[in-house]
């Protein structure tokens, strides 16, 4: 008896355990999407659904991305960020969007985001980035970016962006969360209602209680604050076995694989794991498609083991296309920088709905996970776009290329079947795309 109530003992931790991690991020979609619909009489986690027969394109839509924002204020930085409140169709989707503006020698100061990491690309100006990992070591990783590079903020440590130019600078970020949350430092911690206890605050910062930290100024000294508290801000994070295991990937050997990446030492992490150069510059189009996708993923980012996300650059000639194709474990969320892009993904059977939309410089848009999606860009004009993806490695599925291109091919019996084809048309496309694939 003693023994059963053991191993029933042992049972009941390892599904607790199993069931603490499965709700350690966003919850998984068990439908295409669900649109969330604001009802401030009901509270759940995160929103409740819309009935997806009624959902339409322009609830997966944003417009006016490329507008900069006023940066008059004393941080000189605005942050426009489109989570699920923005864009009812991510809910479920477990991804959001930022944008932030930079005057010149702007800061978004040191803060957190509880639920998400952060995957930020610099567009415009000069940014001083950084991030702290936890206690004990409580180390700086910084880096200075330039138009082109990407950066990484693990989930739940504390970061910032700083345009150390004399012009104004401009970052897009993915995060992996429809409501990633924000924890600014200085203000969480000097501007609370109520108060924290200047007891308290004294104790845990060091400093004399008369420095004073009036909340009525908190926003004009929130610069001064951070720089202050900087080296021991990661403390207010909340500890966990996460936050003291920062995993950088490292080369597997051959004969042994996992879900994943394996780790290196957290102590060997540089701020190079977290860095890749370049992106402002335009990709080759020479192709059929006239489109290029580039996609830093963990095996170009390695810091990016275990943080869920991803980022890609498409590049696209005059009329050129990324094909119909699904990942399979990200929703992507794209803003248009340059072109005028057609895009759609279809939902699943048996409704088989299209939702389609044109998008100008700056237009976002949300192609939930899994399902089929293309963008074609319809100027004269080359395109650009760049995506947020929830996954360190969303996958891959280029329709045409998987159903006619596989190795070995699949049967023309069943493709002629499924597709309605004749066979010798099925055999032609084989064909043509075997040897692409």
């Given at each position: 008896?003693?023994?059963?109530?053991?191993?029933?003992?042992?049972?009941?931790?390892?599904?607790?355990?199993?069931?603490?991690?499965?709700?350690?991020?966003?919850p998984?979609?068990?439908?295409?999407?669900?649109v969330?619909?604001?009802?401030?009489a009901?509270f759940?986690?995160?929103?409740?659904?819309?009935?997806?027969?009624?959902?339409?394109?322009?609830?997966f839509?944003?417009p006016?991305?490329?507008i900069?924002?006023?940066?008059a204020?004393?941080l000189?930085?605005?942050?426009t960020?489109?989570?699920?409140?923005?864009?009812?169709g991510?809910?479920t989707?477990g991804?959001?969007l930022?944008?932030?503006?930079?005057?010149?020698?702007?800061l978004?100061?040191p803060?957190t985001h509880?639920?998400?990491?952060?995957i930020l690309v610099v567009?415009?100006g000069i940014?001083?980035?950084?991030?702290?990992?936890?206690?004990?070591?409580?180390r700086?990783?910084t880096?200075?970016?330039?138009p082109?590079?990407?950066?990484v903020f693990p989930?739940g440590l504390?970061h910032f962006q700083f345009?150390v130019?004399?012009?104004t600078?401009?970052?897009?970020s993915?995060?992996?969360?429809?409501?990633p949350?924000?924890?600014?430092?200085?203000n969480?911690?000097?501007?609370?209602?109520?108060?924290?206890?200047p007891?308290v605050l004294?104790k845990?910062f060091k400093?004399?209680?008369?420095?004073?930290?009036q909340r009525?100024i908190?926003?004009?000294?929130?610069f001064?604050?951070?720089?202050?508290?900087?080296n021991?801000?990661?403390?207010?994070a909340r500890?966990?076995?996460?936050?003291?295991?920062?995993?950088?990937?490292?080369?597997?050997?051959?004969d042994?694989?996992?879900?994943?990446?394996f780790?290196?030492?957290?102590m060997?992490?540089?701020?190079?794991d977290?860095?890749?150069?370049g992106?402002?510059i335009p990709?080759?189009t020479?192709?059929?498609?006239?489109s290029?996708?580039?996609?830093?993923?963990?095996t170009?980012?390695?810091?990016l083991?275990t943080?869920?996300i991803?980022l890609?650059?498409?590049?696209?000639?005059?009329y050129?296309?990324?094909p119909?194709?699904?990942?399979p474990r990200?929703t992507?969320?794209?803003?248009?920088?340059?072109g005028?892009?057609?895009?759609g993904?279809v939902?699943s059977?048996?409704?088989n709905?299209?939702?389609?939309?044109?998008?100008?410089?700056?237009?976002?848009?949300?192609?939930p996970?899994?399902?089929?999606h293309f963008?074609f860009?319809?100027a004269?004009t080359?395109?650009v776009?760049?995506?947020?993806?929830?996954s360190?490695?969303?996958?891959?599925?280029?329709?045409?290329?998987n159903?006619f291109?596989?190795t070995?091919?699949?049967?023309?019996d069943?493709l002629?079947?499924?597709?309605?084809l004749?066979?010798?048309?099925v055999?032609?496309?084989?064909k043509?795309?075997?040897?692409?694939?």
């Open positions: 008896m003693m023994k059963m109530g053991v191993h029933t003992l042992a049972t009941i931790a390892i599904l607790a355990l199993a069931s603490s991690l499965t709700y350690a991020s966003d998984s979609p068990l439908q295409d999407f669900c969330a619909i604001n009802d401030p009901l759940v986690n995160g929103k409740f659904c819309r009935d997806p027969m009624l959902a339409t394109a322009d609830d839509f944003f006016g991305l490329n900069p924002r006023s940066t204020n004393s000189g930085s605005n942050v960020l489109l989570d699920v409140t923005k864009i009812a991510l809910n989707l991804i959001s930022a944008r932030i503006d930079f005057a010149p020698y702007g978004n100061p803060h509880p639920r998400a990491t952060e567009v415009e940014i001083y980035v950084g991030f702290v990992s936890s206690f004990p070591a409580n700086l990783f880096k200075l970016l330039y082109g590079d990407v950066f989930e504390i345009n130019a004399n012009t600078g401009v970052t897009f993915g995060l992996g969360s429809q409501s949350g924000l924890i600014v430092i200085a969480n911690v000097f501007g609370s209602t109520p108060p924290i206890s007891d004294t845990a400093l004399d209680k008369n420095v004073g930290f009525s908190i926003a004009e000294s929130l001064t604050v951070s720089k202050t508290c900087s021991r801000s990661a403390m207010v500890s966990s076995s996460y936050f003291r295991r920062k995993r950088v990937h490292q080369r597997r050997r051959k042994v694989f996992v879900n994943g990446k780790c290196r030492d957290p060997l992490a540089t701020a190079d977290f860095f890749f150069p992106l402002n990709r080759s020479a192709n059929s498609l006239g290029n996708v580039t996609l830093l993923d963990v170009k980012i390695a810091g083991n943080l869920g991803s890609a650059r498409i590049d696209f000639a005059p050129g296309l990324n119909p194709h699904t990942h990200a992507e969320l794209l803003v248009v920088v340059e005028i892009i057609y895009v993904f939902s059977f048996p409704a709905r299209l939702f389609t939309k044109l998008l100008y410089p700056g237009d976002v848009f949300v192609f996970e899994g399902l089929i963008q860009n319809v004269n080359t395109g776009t760049f995506s947020g993806l929830g360190q490695n969303p996958g891959l599925i280029v329709i045409a290329n159903v291109g596989s070995p091919p699949i049967s023309p069943v002629t079947k499924a597709f309605k004749d066979k010798n048309v055999e032609f496309l084989q043509e795309f075997y040897t692409t694939s």
